[in-house]
């Protein structure tokens, strides 16, 4: 599938801003990959990655790049403290000479397009699983929060839209840190189900907790249908949003006098 690319962004680079982790082993090779895969689609003029926990940081990342106006998408599932406040911060220091114009896209969890995406998503894995997708049902497994209220509003958003493209047996959403957890919904949902890790990359969470918790079901027709960060095609999501967003930007200016 294409990506909704209008024409290359020649003058205006990427920067994907993620979390990062810094524990011992941890390598945040899934953004790296995006990157990689959005480089090749060549529809800007370069692409940074920095993390607010690793390296390189958000400022050294924005710093490295040589474009006067930066798009960055926030590879998060929520509008958050660190995509929300934290992001914004680390961005005003690194640009605190006010040279760059920075267009700030919405985290990956509220980009338009992802429902549609996690149900394409949900459809490969039950080919693959050898399941009937109206008789499956999906779950969603987020991070959550006991103190905040963001995680589950997306989480929950995305899951009505999916449910409402009526493909499948039903949607719900389960958490790490807060309930429902994932064995409490699937106890309620009997036939086959897919398990979709709303996390925006392979790291604690996504890489080990998710499809330990899968494991732990006991259930043969359950199965994990990865990390939706790492999941093939999300580049061309992430390309589509960020040039819809700089074609707007740029057609809102107007023309310069000669």
């Known amino acids: 599938m294409e990506p909704a690319i209008k024409f290359p962004l020649a003058d205006i680079a990427l920067l994907l801003a993620a ?6 082993g941890a390598d945040n090779l899934g953004v790296w990959r995006i990157a990689q895969a959005l480089s090749t689609l060549g529809f800007c003029a370069e692409i940074g990655v920095g993390f607010i926990s690793g390296e390189p940081g958000i400022n050294a990342a924005l710093r490295q790049l040589r474009a006067r106006r930066v798009a960055v998408y ?10 929300r406040d934290r992001l914004v911060q680390l961005l005003d220091e690194a640009d605190d000479d006010r040279q760059r114009e920075i ?13 549609a995406f996690v149900t394409q998503c949900v459809l490969c894995v039950a080919e693959r699983s050898g399941f009937c997708a109206r008789q499956s049902a999906v779950i ?13 509003a997306a989480t929950e958003r995305i899951a009505k839209e999916v ?13 790490l840190e ?22 925006s990359g392979e790291g604690l969470h996504g890489a080990r907790d998710a499809p330990k918790l899968v494991a732990e079901l006991a259930r043969d027709d359950v199965v994990f249908g990865g990390v939706l960060g790492c999941a093939p095609g999300i580049e061309q999501l992430i390309a589509g949003a960020v040039t ?15």
């Open 19 to 24: 979390h990062g982790e810094r524990r011992e």
């Open 74 to 83: 926030p590879l998060f599932m929520s509008s958050g403290y660190f995509s």
């Open 103 to 115: 267009i700030s896209l919405p985290p990956l969890g509220l980009d338009p397009g992802l429902p």
């Open 140 to 152: 969603l497994l987020a991070h959550g929060s006991r103190r905040r209220s963001q995680s589950r």
């Open 163 to 175: 449910e409402r493209s009526s493909l499948f047996a039903g949607v719900f959403s389960a958490f």
């Open 178 to 199: 807060e309930r429902p957890h994932l064995d409490e919904v699937a106890k309620q949902v009997s036939g086959p189900v897919v398990v979709v890790g709303l996390f």
């Open 244 to 258: 819809n967003a700089c074609s707007a930007r740029i057609s809102a200016i107007p023309d310069r006098p000669l």
